[in-house]
């Protein structure tokens, strides 16, 4: 998403797109680049490309330092990280990250990462197990889920996570130390400042008496340190309370009694009736219980506050510290030592300095007087006394020197009027901030060191020399004192005594390195003219290499000024470009460009103009024989001895390129849509189980979510730990044989029963080694009931079978019988027993003929079907079917009644099971028997229902084809009804056919041995 940083706003929140030159380092060979922006007024946005080296992200920790100080300084912000033109990062460079993230979590509310690789994966993981400060480390997919995830956290986090009130355009501000979280975490309290006079407090979970008396601590402070020049404003947010104990409402009335003389009013939004309750029964008891305002929303709350314009909201926080310090000042310098000094309340941070002072102030008079008398008599001394007196005090205003003074951890608790001048720092941004924050990683931990040492050793002095980032963005050198104040019970710090020696350090950096030029000028002249002629030689040797080499170059290559005007030209005479050199030479890139690609080039010259380098920019061109698209390389020239500046602009054919590029997106975009859109789902794991990418099929497949798939295990899939080991076992094979294949194991959804999976495994080579697995699963449930349901058949035909051979086995035996004693005997019977066994022989056939064909009798065709059609009442009744009977009640049929029962009862249960509720089902007689076929009637039963495909009524009478599909109702079957009805149909000499169409119902005919 590097396109991002071109455009001025965000094309997924709408909030605008900031960012400076000084905010993009390229790297001096070019190996990587880090750009930062800043999205709306909360979000550092950065784009690191290449591989990242410790200079490069030494050079994003400063400069997101400096980013962070002046632009979020104690708000909480979000970091969005874009990964995917990150290929690799030193291992110094990721401490250093790590590092910096550390350092700078207490602010950071989210970070959020996309386009990470697997390397970067691998960094996060192992710092969330670090620390649980990594915890705020959220791995997206994209730029756009990064975003909505940011958004979604401010919202949720609500007004205090915002930089300026959305109503009131007020400052939010969160000092440290202004929240309370209760240990077991069932409620949380959040406070910060809007502008200078309201305080907002955020209430989440349950408050239990505990909570109530802690968060009293911290607003007690807050109000007795506001000032009383300016009205305070308290606004509660109670729109995430979920639960007030009796005891935290009963001590809140009595706090708020406390403090409400203090306040301008105390307003409260998002509050539950029963806490509506409360108030309102308190203003009843005290009419100090006037200054509680209930407001439905936030937006009603700042709005009564800011009615009419109030302008102490935006008051300087800082006039009274500044009349206090500025009373001192004139009373030390106009001497006037007869006024009153006040007397301030203990808390006060004065309180200690002004009682010194009015107790000192009587021995102050003594000395003024002494001072004076002495002055009387000898008014020479007068002269000399003042012009002390001007001169020191002149001294001291327009020292060089600067003098800050920093508790014991670090915090700026003083800074004198020179500091802000000596680093562009105002007292106001740097008070109450760590001094530390603004000095080089490199020497912050020297001067760590050296705080330690003091500490240890009270009223100690130490020798101090450190580098700062100035306010502009250089770095300045400091030196000077440092002194162990901390036992004073006025100063309470560390005292340090600085200027700045920039200057003095750059001089002595030129000196040395004019030393080092004056002594390498003097090797020089030192050198032999023989050595002079070999480096001659040398040099035209160079040049003659350089010549040849840019002969070779397959780019068109210019030399240009900063306005595009051409003033070198070369290429090699086959190159695409070729042109003669005056077609070149003296004109603009403008005159020899159409207008689109002059523009592209011109903005490049630029860049490099302003960075020394340009690569990337392209353009096409439309040539004769079709679209070409050239790709510029530019660099500002070296020691050029003109002083205007001259630029190098390689042009180089990048059409193939190209369209490799576009191939490979078409490519891309077909794999996506196929896995997509598949039904099976496409899965890629690395060679330890790791899922790298899982198809979005799944969330249907398994009721997982894709994007929480990538870097859990294989092994979630598996029912069966015996599975599981075989497809262990197969990895390591695959890895060996680089074989594919398939093998099938039970599958173990979230959302349901496991089921049946085949697994289709391609494995991924590159450099003839497997690096990982690409495989294919899919739900073979219905085929495995399939299968489970022609066995079900093939053992019904085998039992079919089993029965008709049990029944002839036993005439058969005793017709083998009688045969086999009329051959064996034959000449020893007479000619009456000779035919009485053969009349046994012939009788027991037709009995075993008969078992086959059994008994066929004269059977009423209505009442016959009509007895069928009520063993199926239930199931008629069930789906509303209208079933109707129409044949005619004197047909008779010659047919064995348990066959033709059973034909019927087939057909109208198929009609049944494939007829939608509330449908119709017939049974008739459509033709009797004529000249043509006298002994036969036709029979139809006929439905409403789903209907028959042409394919699949090939396969209805075909016994090896098992057809078994359910009905309506999901009703199961087992695909042999039909083909005993044919067998039965056959028997009787009659056949069975078959008419449909898809959604428009399906009739059966069939005919049967007629009767009249």
């Known amino acids: 998403m590097n396109d991002i940083l071109k455009l001025k706003k965000c094309p997924v929140s709408g909030l605008s797109i900031s960012t400076k030159p000084e905010w993009k380092y390229i790297a001096d060979d070019g190996s990587c680049s880090i750009e930062l922006a800043i999205i709306g007024d909360n979000i550092l ?9 410790d200079k490069a992200n030494t050079w994003y920790t400063q400069t997101a330092n400096k980013i962070i100080a002046e632009y979020f300084e104690d708000r909480k912000y979000y970091i ?55 915890e705020k480390l959220h791995l997206t997919n994209s730029y756009e889920e990064s975003i909505n995830a940011i958004l979604r956290k401010e919202k949720s986090n609500g007004i205090l996570s915002y930089h300026k009130c959305p109503i009131s355009d007020l400052t939010i501000r969160t000092p440290k130390g202004w929240e309370y979280k209760s240990p077991d975490g069932s409620c949380s309290i959040e406070m910060g400042a809007i502008g200078d006079a309201i305080v907002f407090i955020s209430v989440v979970g349950s408050i239990s008496i505990k909570t109530m008396e802690s968060t009293y601590i911290i607003l007690n402070r807050i109000i007795n340190e506001h000032s009383s020049n300016i009205p305070l404003y308290l606004i509660f947010d109670y729109t995430k309370l979920n639960k007030e104990s009796i005891q935290a409402k009963k001590s809140f009335v009595r706090w708020v009694l406390t403090v409400v003389d203090n306040t301008q009013e105390i307003l409260f939004f998002g509050v539950k009736n029963s806490l509506k309750l409360t108030i309102t029964a308190t203003k009843t008891i005290s009419s100090k219980f006037d200054k509680i305002i209930i407001c439905n929303t936030y937006q009603e709350a700042i709005k009564r506050i800011t009615k009419g314009g109030r302008g102490h909201l935006n008051k300087e926080k800082n006039t009274r510290m500044n009349e206090l310090i500025g009373y001192l000042g004139k009373m030390t310098w106009a001497g006037d030592l007869n006024q009153k000094i006040p007397v301030l309340p203990n808390h006060d941070p004065l309180a200690e300095l002004f009682s010194a002072v009015a107790a000192n102030q009587e021995d102050l008079r003594e000395i003024d007087n002494e001072r004076k008398e002495a002055l009387k008599t000898a008014s020479h001394q007068k002269a000399l006394v003042q012009a002390s007196e001007e001169y020191y005090r002149t001294l001291i205003e327009n020292s060089i020197d600067s003098i800050s003074i920093i508790d014991i951890k670090g915090n700026n608790i003083f800074r004198s009027k020179t500091a802000e001048g000596l680093l562009g720092y105002s007292n106001k941004e740097r008070i109450n901030k760590n001094a530390l924050d603004i000095i080089l990683p490199e020497d912050r931990l020297i001067i760590a060191q050296t705080m330690k040492e003091l500490i240890e050793s009270p009223e100690s002095l130490k ?18 004192k440092a002194k162990n104040m901390l036992h004073s019970p006025i100063i309470n710090g560390i005292v340090l005594n600085y200027r700045d020696v920039t200057e003095r350090i750059n001089a002595e950096q030129i000196i040395q390195n004019q030393n080092q030029e004056y002594e390498a000028l003097n090797e020089e002249l030192n050198v032999t003219n023989n050595e002079l002629q070999i480096r001659e030689n040398k040099i035209q040797k160079i040049n003659s290499q350089l010549a040849a080499t840019i002969s070779a170059l397959p780019d068109l290559m210019f030399e240009t000024d900063s306005k595009g005007r051409i003033f070198d030209y070369h290429t090699s005479k086959t190159a695409l470009l070729y042109d003669k050199p005056e077609n070149f030479l003296g004109k603009k890139i403008d005159e020899i460009l159409p207008k689109d690609a002059a523009i592209i080039c011109n903005k490049a010259i630029k860049e490099a103009i302003e960075t020394g380098t340009h690569t990337g920019a392209s353009y096409s061109l439309q040539l004769p024989n079709g679209l070409f698209w050239f790709e510029l390389s530019i660099a500002l020239k070296t020691n050029n001895e003109i002083q205007e500046k001259r630029l190098i602009i390689l042009v180089r054919d990048i059409t193939e390129r190209k369209k490799t590029e576009e191939a490979l997106r078409e490519s891309e975009k077909k794999y996506q849509l196929l896995t997509e859109t598949m039904k099976d789902v496409v899965v890629r794991i690395s060679l330890t189980g790791e899922l790298l990418y899982v198809s979005p099929a799944v969330e249907e497949f398994g009721g997982y979510k894709p994007h929480e798939e990538t870097g859990s295990n294989i092994a979630k899939y598996f029912t069966e730990e015996s599975d599981f080991q075989r497809a262990a076992k197969l990895i390591t094979e695959i890895v060996k044989t680089q074989e594919s294949g398939s093998f099938e194991f039970i599958y173990k959804p979230k959302n349901k029963a496991p089921f049946p999976v085949e697994h289709t495994y391609v494995p991924l080579i590159n450099n003839n080694k497997v690096y990982a697995i690409q495989m294919v699963l899919r739900d073979i449930s219905e085929r495995k009931k399939a299968e489970e349901a022609l066995k079900a058949s093939n053992k019904t035909k085998d039992k079919f079978f089993s029965i008709i051979a049990h029944d002839l086995r036993s005439p058969f035996n005793s017709l083998l019988g009688f045969s086999e004693l009329l051959n064996d005997e034959y000449d020893d019977f007479d000619t009456n027993e000779r035919k009485k066994f053969i009349g046994i022989i012939y009788h027991g056939l037709q009995n075993a003929l008969k078992l086959l064909d059994d008994d066929f009798e004269k059977i009423n065709l209505f009442l016959i079907s009509k007895e069928t059609s009520e063993l199926l009442k239930q199931s008629i009744d069930k789906k509303s079917i209208q079933l109707t009977n129409q044949i005619t009640k004197s047909i008779y049929v010659k047919a064995d009644r348990n066959m033709l029962a059973t034909i019927i009862r087939n057909l109208l249960s198929n009609a049944l099971k494939f007829t939608n509720k509330h449908g119709e089902i017939t049974i008739s007689t459509i033709s009797m028997p004529n000249k043509k076929q006298k002994e036969f009637v036709t029979i139809k039963v006929s439905d409403t229902g789903v209907g028959i495909s042409q394919e699949a009524q090939a396969k209805l009478f075909d016994i090896g084809t098992n057809i078994s599909t359910r009905g309506t109702e999901n009703e199961k079957g087992t695909g042999l009804g039909l083909i005993l009805c044919k067998e039965f149909i056959e028997m009787h000499g009659g056949k069975i056919w078959v008419e449909s169409e898809v959604g428009k119902g399906t009739s059966f005919f069939f005919t049967i041995p007629y009767v009249s």
Do not use: C
Request: charged share 25%; hydrophobic share 45%; proline share 1%.
């Open 45 to 53: 946005y950065e784009v690191p490309k290449g591989i990242v080296d």
């Open 80 to 134: 969005a990280i874009d990964y995917f033109l990150l290929k690799n990062a030193t291992l110094k460079a990721k401490k250093i990250f790590i590092n910096w993230l550390f350092s700078n979590s207490d602010n950071i509310e989210l970070v959020s990462v996309f386009g990470m690789n697997q390397i970067i994966k691998v960094a996060i993981k192992t710092a969330k197990m670090i620390s649980k400060k990594y």
């Open 463 to 480: 020798d101090i020399a450190f580098r700062v980032y100035h306010e502009d963005g250089s770095i300045r050198h400091l030196e000077g």
